[in-house]
């Protein structure tokens, strides 16, 4: 299962880390390259699109679209979700070289098919629906 992280400060200013569920059985948090390299090597495997969602815990953009997220998890069984969180994975946003999240790859067999720079969910289905029918 899927997880979106969320940072939440108690009454004494401590910052706690907690999850929150996407709902989508198909969405992967990925916070090691060990993590990112398994689910490509099984995509791979499988003949599956990947989709990754490079995202941050504090950036109300990316919260706002992991539900949406999450339901085209659901839709689109037959490709697998991954959600990247930045903040722990520096090596990996450099080689996407990403500049704002959320940011979106579409990739079959390790390149890239499509790119979806932000929160737009309607352009989110729109390309979504283009790769899921492309495969």
Known sequence: ??????????????????????????VHLITTMEKWEEKNSEARKEGKIVTVNFSTSW????????PSYSELADKYPSILFLT????????????????????F?????????????GSNKEELQK???AIAESN
Do not use: H
């Open 84 to 103: 990247v969180d930045v903040d722990k994975l520096a090596e990996l946003t450099t080689k996407w070289d990403i500049k704002a999240t959320p940011s």
């Open 59 to 66: 950036s109300n953009p990316c919260r706002e679209i992991a």
């Open 127 to 129: 390309k979504m629906m």
């Open 1 to 26: 299962m899927g997880q979106c992280w969320t940072k939440v400060c108690t009454q004494n200013d401590n910052v706690k880390s907690i999850t929150a569920e996407l709902g989508g059985e198909n």
């Open 105 to 117: 790859f579409f990739l079959r067999d390790g390149r890239q098919l499509d790119k979806l720079v």
